[in-house]
C-alpha cells in the first residue's frame, strides 16, 4: 500500500504546500490510484498516464486554467506539460518499490525502462533490484541514469544504492 503522506512529499516540491492544503485529497488520490495497479489489468505507461492526468486536472481545475501556482519560496511558477510527467514518474516509484522483488517484476520495470525512459523505472532497477543483477548492469544503470537525466533528479538517491 502507498501511504498519502509519501504521496504528498513527492509532490510537494512541484505542487507547494498552499495547492496541497487546498487539495488535500489529491496525494492520496493518487497513492489509490498506484496500490490499485495489477500487472495483468494495467500497464505502469497506463498507471502513470492515470497519475499524470489526475495531476493535470486537479492543476487545472484549481487555477481556473492559468497553471500558475505559488511555491514555498514564494515564487510563482507556471507548470508545464512536462511538469506533470515528470511528477507522475516520480510517484511511480512509489509503486515500484513497493511490488515483491521478483524476477517477473523485474522484467516488467526493465521493459518499461527501455520503453519510457522512466528514471523511476531506472531507479527502482539501481536500486532495488541490484542483487538480481550483475554488477556490469549495474554499472550501466549508473551511466544511463547520470548521463540521460537532470542531476537534481538522482542526486539525492544515486549514491545510496553503493
Not at 80 to 85: A, K, L, P, T
Not at 117 to 132: F, T, V, W
Not at 145 to 158: K, L
Request: proline share 4%; net charge negative; aromatic share 8%.
Amino acid at each position: 500500500m502507498i501511504l498519502p503522506e509519501r504521496a504528498e512529499e513527492v509532490l510537494r516540491p512541484f505542487l507547494g504546500t498552499a495547492f496541497l492544503r487546498r487539495n488535500a485529497d489529491l496525494p492520496e488520490q493518487a497513492a489509490a490510484a498506484l496500490t490499485s495497479f495489477r500487472p495483468a489489468r494495467q500497464t505502469l505507461r497506463q498507471a502513470a498516464d492515470q497519475v499524470d492526468n489526475l495531476l493535470f486536472m486537479r492543476v487545472r481545475e484549481d487555477t481556473g486554467g492559468r497553471m500558475a501556482l505559488t511555491m514555498d519560496n514564494g515564487a510563482l511558477i507556471r507548470l508545464r506539460m512536462s511538469d506533470f510527467s515528470v511528477m507522475a514518474d516520480e510517484l511511480l516509484y512509489l509503486l515500484l518499490e513497493n511490488l515483491p522483488k521478483t524476477g517477473q517484476n523485474q522484467a516488467l520495470i526493465r521493459e518499461y525502462s527501455m520503453r519510457s525512459g522512466s528514471l523511476s523505472a531506472l531507479r527502482a532497477l539501481y536500486l532495488l533490484y541490484r542483487d538480481m543483477q550483475e554488477p556490469e548492469e549495474t554499472e550501466t544503470l549508473r551511466r544511463v541514469i547520470t548521463s540521460c537525466h537532470e542531476p537534481w533528479r538522482f542526486r539525492s538517491w544515486m549514491d545510496a544504492g553503493e
